[in-house]
Structure formats: structure tokens, C-alpha cells
């Protein structure tokens, strides 16, 4: 009697894991139905002749030609020029943006007031239309890319720095003062945690747009890179090339994306931990 229950307790429990495996498999493929179909459409339209293939590639044309680029090398060394210019760019902004925003949002409030309105003007201003000042102050060279991705990224991380530090919950503040908690400890473990949320929306939303804006200032003025890489394949009228690098760019995007949400939820894990009242 004893082992019938536990042969049937074993074949209930494989049951339930089938079931959540199939549930799970599921809710993947309605999830990306749609890009499922959009693939089937792209591959067969050109196949067929709906539309000329020498203007848009077949999907699997366009990943045998991505796999020869990275099996050969060129694809890793642009892909290298381009991450490393957005790294660069992104990373002095962030040592700019995030230090200044906490002492504007925090001790120079007055002063913040008065200088929020030429920022936003600035943060505004189409970095494309400052491309050429860049060239002549920078030369056409690795420092008027990084300068450019700077600008454009440090709007962002210093205006969300600043409401972030003004969204600080002031009972949180005047709790801490009254325990007798010191000033690094304030900041470290009170006013810091607290603007993480706005901070770390400003450093996504400059990543994303640091690296996209690479793409299009290596299309003016650069020898490598994938925006390079994307400019060269259109004038030698590359398309399978073209889109390889265009798809390669996509998930560079959407990779981005993903890093930055899982470093919010390992870092910002106490949203998740607070108590509820």
C-alpha cells in the first residue's frame, strides 16, 4: 500500500513538472508569436519574389553571412571600436552627471532651480546639429565620438539624478537625523538607496541612446565600428551585409536593455523587500 501511494505521489509530481514545462513552452511561443510569424513572412517574401531580393535579404541569407563575419573576425573588431567608444562616453558622463545631480538635488536647490530651465534647453538640443562643432573642436578622431556620446548621455543621467535626490522621502531624512546617524552614513545608506531608482532610469535610458547615436556619428566620420560597418555595406551595396550588421545592432540594443534591468533587480532589491503597510 505504501509504495502504490509513493509510486503515485512520484507519477503526480512528474505530472505537475510536465505541466508546468508545457505551460512555460506555452506561454513562450504565444509570447513570440508574432516574431515567429514576422521571421516566416520576411523569409519567404523574397524567396518567392513579393519582394526583390536585392533589396531585402532572407533571414537565414542574412545569418550565414552574420556567422562569416564573426568566424572571420571583422564583426567581433567593429563591435569592439563601437562598445568601447559608447563605454567610454557613457562612463565619464555617469562620473559627471551622477555627482553633480546629488549636489544640485540635495544642498544647491536655489541654485538648481534657476539652472534646471538651461539644462532641460540643453538636454533638448539635437546632438547631430553639434556634430560638425564637435569635428572642429575634437578633429575627426576617437575624442569627437566619445565627446559626442558624453553630451549625449550626461543630460539624462543628471536630470534623473536631480529628481531622484528631490524624491527622497523627507520623513525617511528627518528619522535618520534623529537617531543620530552621521553624514556618510545618511548618504550611503539612506539618500542613496532611495534615488537608485531615478539614477539607474537616467543610466539606462543614456546607454541606449549612447549607443544608437555611435552608430549614426561612425556613419559620418569613422574607419571602424558597426555604424561604419552599416555605411560601408550600403555604398558597396552589401545587402546581406547590411542587415547582418543591422540584426547585430539590434541585439547589442536589446542585450543592453536586459543587463541594465537585472543589475536593477540585484542592486534595487529592496522595492522588492520592503515591508507593506
Same mark, same amino acid.
Given at each position: 500500500m505504501e509504495a502504490t501511494l509513493k509510486k503515485t505521489a512520484i507519477k503526480t509530481k512528474e505530472g505537475g513538472e510536465q505541466g508546468r514545462i508545457l505551460a512555460r513552452v506555452q506561454s513562450l511561443f504565444f509570447d513570440n508569436l508574432s516574431i515567429i510569424v514576422f521571421l516566416i513572412i520576411w523569409e519567404i517574401a523574397p524567396r518567392i519574389g513579393l519582394v526583390p531580393q536585392t533589396f531585402i535579404s532572407p533571414p537565414t541569407l542574412?545569418?550565414? /553571412?552574420?556567422?562569416?563575419?564573426v568566424a572571420n573576425g571583422i564583426m567581433i573588431i567593429h563591435v569592439k571600436a563601437s562598445l568601447l567608444r559608447a563605454l567610454f562616453g557613457f562612463v565619464l558622463a555617469a562620473v559627471v552627471g551622477i555627482p553633480l545631480g546629488f549636489f544640485l538635488g540635495g544642498w544647491f536647490r536655489l541654485f538648481e532651480r534657476i539652472v534646471t530651465p538651461v539644462l532641460r534647453l540643453l538636454a533638448e538640443v539635437n546632438p547631430f546639429s553639434l556634430f560638425p562643432v564637435f569635428i572642429l573642436i575634437f578633429g575627426i578622431g576617437e575624442i569627437s565620438k566619445v565627446s559626442m556620446i558624453f553630451w549625449v548621455c550626461l543630460w539624462p543621467i543628471l536630470l534623473n539624478t536631480i529628481t531622484g535626490v528631490q524624491n527622497v522621502d523627507e520623513l525617511l531624512v528627518k528619522s535618520a537625523r534623529s537617531m543620530g546617524v552621521t553624514a556618510a552614513n545618511m548618504f550611503f545608506k539612506v539618500v542613496l538607496p532611495a534615488a537608485s531608482p531615478g539614477i539607474?532610469? &537616467?543610466?539606462? /535610458?543614456?546607454?541606449?541612446?549612447?549607443?544608437?547615436?555611435?552608430?549614426?556619428?561612425?556613419?559620418? &566620420?569613422?574607419?571602424? &565600428?558597426? &555604424?561604419?560597418?552599416?555605411?560601408?555595406?550600403?555604398?558597396?551595396?552589401?545587402?546581406?551585409?547590411?542587415?547582418? /550588421?543591422?540584426?547585430?545592432?539590434?541585439?547589442?540594443g536589446l542585450s543592453l536593455n536586459y543587463l541594465f534591468a537585472e543589475l536593477e533587480k540585484r542592486i534595487i532589491n529592496w522595492k522588492e523587500n520592503a515591508p507593506e503597510y
Amino acid at each position: 500500500m505504501e509504495a502504490t501511494l509513493k509510486k503515485t505521489a512520484i507519477k503526480t509530481k512528474e505530472g505537475g513538472e510536465q505541466g508546468r514545462i508545457l505551460a512555460r513552452v506555452q506561454s513562450l511561443f504565444f509570447d513570440n508569436l508574432s516574431i515567429i510569424v514576422f521571421l516566416i513572412i520576411w523569409e519567404i517574401a523574397p524567396r518567392i519574389g513579393l519582394v526583390p531580393q536585392t533589396f531585402i535579404s532572407p533571414p537565414t541569407l542574412v545569418l550565414s /553571412t552574420l556567422w562569416d563575419l564573426v568566424a572571420n573576425g571583422i564583426m567581433i573588431i567593429h563591435v569592439k571600436a563601437s562598445l568601447l567608444r559608447a563605454l567610454f562616453g557613457f562612463v565619464l558622463a555617469a562620473v559627471v552627471g551622477i555627482p553633480l545631480g546629488f549636489f544640485l538635488g540635495g544642498w544647491f536647490r536655489l541654485f538648481e532651480r534657476i539652472v534646471t530651465p538651461v539644462l532641460r534647453l540643453l538636454a533638448e538640443v539635437n546632438p547631430f546639429s553639434l556634430f560638425p562643432v564637435f569635428i572642429l573642436i575634437f578633429g575627426i578622431g576617437e575624442i569627437s565620438k566619445v565627446s559626442m556620446i558624453f553630451w549625449v548621455c550626461l543630460w539624462p543621467i543628471l536630470l534623473n539624478t536631480i529628481t531622484g535626490v528631490q524624491n527622497v522621502d523627507e520623513l525617511l531624512v528627518k528619522s535618520a537625523r534623529s537617531m543620530g546617524v552621521t553624514a556618510a552614513n545618511m548618504f550611503f545608506k539612506v539618500v542613496l538607496p532611495a534615488a537608485s531608482p531615478g539614477i539607474f532610469h &537616467g543610466l539606462k /535610458t543614456s546607454c541606449n541612446t549612447a549607443f544608437f547615436m555611435l552608430i549614426a556619428a561612425e556613419m559620418i &566620420g569613422a574607419s571602424s &565600428g558597426l &555604424g561604419w560597418l552599416v555605411f560601408n555595406a550600403q555604398n558597396n551595396y552589401q545587402i546581406p551585409k547590411l542587415f547582418a /550588421t543591422t540584426v547585430t545592432i539590434s541585439v547589442l540594443g536589446l542585450s543592453l536593455n536586459y543587463l541594465f534591468a537585472e543589475l536593477e533587480k540585484r542592486i534595487i532589491n529592496w522595492k522588492e523587500n520592503a515591508p507593506e503597510y
